[in-house]
C-alpha cells in the first residue's frame, strides 16, 4: 500500500471531488448541481480499494474558492498535480484514478438526463489535466 503525505491526499481528494464539481455546476440549477455531485461521488465506489479508502478519508473535499475562474484554474492544478502524485508514487493506481474521475464526471453529467456542451467542456478540460 502506497503511503501519501495528508497534503497529498488532500490533493488527490481536491482532484476527484473538483472534477465531479466542476462538471455539476457547469450549468446552472441547484437541484441538478446536488443531483449530479451525488451520481459522481457514488460513482468513487468503483475504484480500486486503496483509492476509495484514500477518497473516502479526511473529512469534506476542500474545493478551491474564489471566482469560478479561480475555482476552475484550482481543481485543474489539483488535478495535473494529482497525475504527478501518482507518476511518482502510486503508478499502479494512475489508471485506475484516471478511470474513476473520469467515469465519476460521466455519471454526474449525465444524471440531469442531456450532456450540455458546457459540461462536456469541462468534462474535457479535466481529462487534458489528466492526461487522456
Request: aromatic share 6%; glycine share 8%; net charge negative.
Amino acid at each position: 500500500m502506497t503511503t501519501y503525505t495528508d497534503e497529498e491526499r488532500t490533493t488527490l481528494r481536491t482532484a476527484a471531488f473538483g472534477a465531479v464539481f466542476l462538471v455539476s455546476h457547469a450549468e446552472p440549477g441547484m437541484f441538478d448541481a446536488v443531483k449530479e455531485s451525488f451520481a459522481g461521488s457514488k460513482a468513487f465506489a468503483a475504484a480500486s480499494p486503496e483509492l476509495r479508502d484514500l477518497l473516502k478519508s479526511g473529512g469534506i473535499p476542500k474545493i478551491p474558492g474564489g471566482s469560478p475562474t479561480d475555482i476552475e484554474s484550482g481543481v485543474l492544478k489539483a488535478v495535473t498535480d494529482s497525475t504527478a502524485i501518482l507518476e511518482t508514487k502510486g503508478q499502479s493506481e494512475l489508471d485506475g484514478f484516471r478511470t474513476v474521475v473520469t467515469s465519476a464526471m460521466e455519471a454526474a453529467a449525465a444524471a440531469a438526463d442531456d450532456v450540455s456542451p458546457r459540461e462536456v467542456a469541462a468534462i474535457s478540460k479535466v481529462k487534458m489535466a489528466l492526461g487522456v
